[in-house]
């Protein structure tokens, strides 16, 4: 068998990954006939076709659908190695690939970004926000700020702290509707449903003496963004459970009130998720102490991990 050639690998990617030769050679640097020549190199070395081409669309064979995951990883991990040797010896420079959800990073992620690229001006950040769990490895991206319960995966997580979920109401709509006191009470009230999580009508709540109590909730508004539901919530259309970072601010004037405690939901954890490789560049680390140690003094954070053990 010919020896391996990693850059055949990074073509075969690099296409699978864009969809076209052209864009998989932009992504590159390269020329269209080079990266052409590399893939038609790599299957004559295997023996198979790993994309199916007519003269209309290109798409991966079935051996290419098995193979790309492996392969993705394994260019990955590779160039992680070749950028910890370069910047072994020089400042930390490149590009970093990130994504974070929606409401969070306009309320939260901003300064700490902005200081992080001011410290560092040789790196560059591509951020991405989307309330949508993305598949982390296949866009290319270095690391995601995620909030809630992690699904199982190959993906390393750090957890950063953990964000207490409340649940709250507008004085006015308490003053119309009455306070819950128990979870049953929910069943009277009218609910602001966020539809980014599994069973967004089920809600479940603990009592230090009484246990565990899931209710079903009746939904006046279902919305699949937080900033919109927010503002149902402050125009007193219903009650909801936030995350504790999107509505300290307004606990604190008033504009929001919780209630029914002491029942309250489970906390979740805010995480740093990375790929499965074993090495990640400097500018990534760098990134991920920073997020840790700006995220640890912020005061709805508890429980927080600062920096790595």
Not at 13 to 42: E, M
Request: with cysteine; proline share 7%.
């Amino acid at each position: 068998m010919e020896q391996l050639d990693l850059d055949d690998w990074r073509a075969f990617v690099a296409v699978a990954d864009t969809g076209t030769f052209t864009a998989g050679a932009s992504s590159l640097g390269w020329s269209v006939p080079t990266v052409s020549k590399r893939v038609a190199a790599l299957e004559r070395r295997l023996g198979v076709s790993l994309f199916h081409r007519t003269s209309r669309r290109l798409a991966l064979s079935p051996t290419g659908e098995t193979v790309l995951p492996s392969a993705r990883e394994h260019v990955r991990g590779l160039a992680a190695v070749e950028d910890s040797l370069r910047e072994r010896d020089c400042a930390p420079g490149g590009r970093i690939r990130m994504s974070a959800p929606v409401s969070f990073s306009i309320a939260h992620l901003g300064g700490p970004l902005t200081s992080f690229l001011r410290d560092w001006p040789d790196i560059d950040l591509d951020l991405r926000i989307s309330d949508e769990t993305i598949d982390l490895v296949g866009g290319g991206f270095d690391l995601a700020l995620r909030i809630g319960r992690l699904p199982d995966s190959s993906l390393k997580a750090r957890k950063l702290c953990d964000i207490r979920m409340p649940l709250v109401a507008a004085p006015a709509y308490l003053a119309a509707a009455g306070r819950p006191q128990h979870p049953d009470d929910l069943k009277r009230h009218q609910a602001i449903v966020y539809a980014q999580v599994r069973d967004p009508t089920r809600w479940t709540f603990r009592h230090d003496l009484e246990g565990e109590r899931t209710v079903e909730v009746s939904p006046r508004l279902t919305v699949d963004n937080g900033d919109l539901g927010l503002e149902a919530l402050r125009a007193g259309l219903g009650l909801t459970v936030q995350p504790e970072f999107f509505i300290y601010d307004d606990l604190a004037s008033g504009t929001l009130e919780e209630v029914m405690l002491p029942w309250s939901m489970p906390p979740v954890g805010a995480y740093i998720v990375t790929p499965p490789s074993a090495l990640r560049p400097r500018r990534v680390s760098l990134l991920i102490e920073h997020l840790a140690s700006s995220l640890a003094r912020l005061p709805w954070a508890y429980g927080a991990h600062p920096s790595s053990t």
